[in-house]
């Protein structure tokens, strides 16, 4: 079963504040000023597990996003912290993601 999640991303760090890394929801990106004419703000097509190691093994996003929407039942909408081993660990992703960051997402979950 494919799901539509709608979602933000922000890097806990201590000095960037909540930093929003990355959001498909238009009104979030204005909000934090990182709105892109050019993006589109849809929802993220995923294959739904109910199982949270199949939703880990079988998509391609990061385990704590991963898990965490393996949680939610369709139409909820909620919170996920999690450290960086189950996000980008040392590496990091590019500029915007330090190494070793703690991640919260703001989800909310959708029938296709």
């Given at each position: 079963?494919s ?8 890097v ?16 979030t ?6 709105y ?21 093994s ?5 385990d ?8 939610f ?9 999690f450290?960086?081993s189950?996000g ?5 992703s590019?500029k ?17």
């Amino acid at each position: 079963t494919s799901i539509n999640v709608y979602y933000s991303g922000h890097v806990i760090d201590g000095i960037t504040d909540n930093f929003l890394f990355d959001t498909n929801i238009a009104d979030t990106a204005r909000m934090y000023r990182r709105y892109n004419k050019d993006k589109s703000y849809t929802g993220l097509s995923v294959t739904y597990y109910k199982n949270p190691d199949d939703a880990i093994s079988n998509n391609s996003l990061v385990d704590g996003f991963a898990r965490a929407i393996s949680e939610f039942k369709y139409g909820e909408e909620g919170v996920a912290f999690f450290s960086s081993s189950h996000g980008y660990e040392a590496e990091g992703s590019g500029k915007t993601i330090p190494a070793y960051s703690p991640l919260v997402f703001y989800i909310r979950t959708q029938e296709k």
